[in-house]
T-cell receptor, first 113, second 112 residues
Framework: AQKVTQAQTEISVVEKEDVTLDCVYE???????LFWYKQPPSGELVFLIR??????QNEISGRYSWNFQKSTSSFNFTITASQVVDSAVYFC??????????FGPGTSLSVIP | KAGVTQTPRYLIKTRGQQVTLSCSPI?????VSWYQQTPGQGLQFLFE???????NKGNFPGRFSGRQFSNSRSEMNVSTLELGDSALYLC???????????FGEGSRLTVL
């Protein structure tokens, strides 16, 4: 079965704090892709990152960083020095050979000024 | 480059009616996927079309259908609407099935 779990339903942090959003996935496929998307209050989902199953390198993009660990089937997302504009719902997603993208339930992040 | 365009943005229907939603993908993208988003169920995959062929389908009843045209534009139709069909319907296009999805702003359907 293919499944994405985001155990944190809602998180609130004070501006400038670091925050990590957890994502755990399940698949028996050896080839798969993992994604993170952001959905701000305006509603439109925005792509943040894609990772394939053979690339376990961590990635950093500005204040964003991603930690991919196949051993724990996790693909966690960290925002450093959070800002109010980071307030959004964040979705982790998985593509497998079943050829469709499955989304986790999302984590709602509120950054308080 | 124009983004994914969905029409209409908002619509209100009554139970038993049918609705057609439209999606114009990013130019050059041949894959179009549809998702239903509700507070209780999150983002649920409806179907994906590639080059006018339905490549994959989610677990939705037959009342939900879709199609894709030769210019990659896609429509989805929901017949015999039920209250539970009230949702934000999101369309996403991509260059390939493993590529990043580019989403439209969605069509918010309210069924009364």
């Amino acid at each position: 079965a293919q499944k994405v779990t985001q155990a944190q339903t809602e998180i609130s942090v004070v501006e400038k704090e670091d925050v990590t959003l957890d994502c755990v996935y399940e698949t028996r496929d050896t080839t798969y892709y993992l994604f993170w998307y952001k959905q701000p209050p305006s509603g439109e989902l925005v792509f943040l990152i894609r990772r394939n199953s053979f690339d376990e390198q961590n990635e950093i993009s500005g204040r964003y960083s991603w930690n991919f660990q196949k051993s724990t089937s996790s693909f966690n997302f960290t925002i450093t020095a959070s800002q109010v504009v980071d307030s959004a719902v964040y979705f982790c997603a998985l593509w497998t050979s079943y050829d469709k993208v499955i989304f986790g339930p999302g984590t709602s992040l509120s950054v308080i000024p | 480059k124009a983004g994914v365009t969905q029409t209409p943005r908002y619509l209100i229907k009554t139970r038993g009616q049918q609705v057609t939603l439209s999606c114009s993908p990013i130019s050059g993208h041949r894959s179009v996927s549809w998702y239903q988003q509700t507070p209780g169920q999150g983002l649920q995959f409806l179907f994906e079309y590639f080059s006018e062929t339905q490549r994959n389908k989610g677990n939705f009843p037959g009342r939900f259908s879709g199609r894709q045209f030769s210019n990659s534009r896609s429509e989805m139709n929901v017949s015999t609407l039920e209250l539970g069909d009230s949702a934000l319907y999101l369309c996403a296009s991509s260059f390939s099935s493993t590529g990043e999805l580019f989403f439209g702003e969605g069509s918010r359907l309210t069924v009364l």
